[in-house]
């Protein structure tokens, strides 16, 4: 992917020159994106994030109360 180099500002006000989609400031952590389509996109993977998360533990959730407290429960 290659980006024409752009100079953007942090929120903190430190300057950077970029070519990435997404840049970590080194004064202050937060993500500075390239244009605002990427801080969307950058969004929208979070939101698939928490969701694979929220799978995962109701996928536990339902294993456990199917391996653990089922069989306790029939005792
Ligand atoms: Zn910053």
């Given at each position: 992917m290659a980006l024409e180099p752009k100079t953007v500002t942090c929120q903190c006000g430190a300057e950077y020159r970029i070519r990435r989609p997404v840049h970590y400031c080194t004064a202050c952590?937060?993500?500075?994106?390239?244009?605002?389509?990427y801080r969307r996109r950058?969004?929208?993977?979070?939101?698939y994030v928490y969701l694979?998360?929220?799978?995962?533990?109701?996928?536990?959730?339902?294993?456990?109360?199917e391996m653990i407290a089922d069989p306790l429960l029939k005792m």
């Open positions: 952590g937060r993500a500075v994106f390239y244009s605002e389509g950058d969004r929208l993977n979070n939101y694979a998360v929220a799978v995962v533990i109701g996928f536990v959730v339902y294993i456990f109360i």
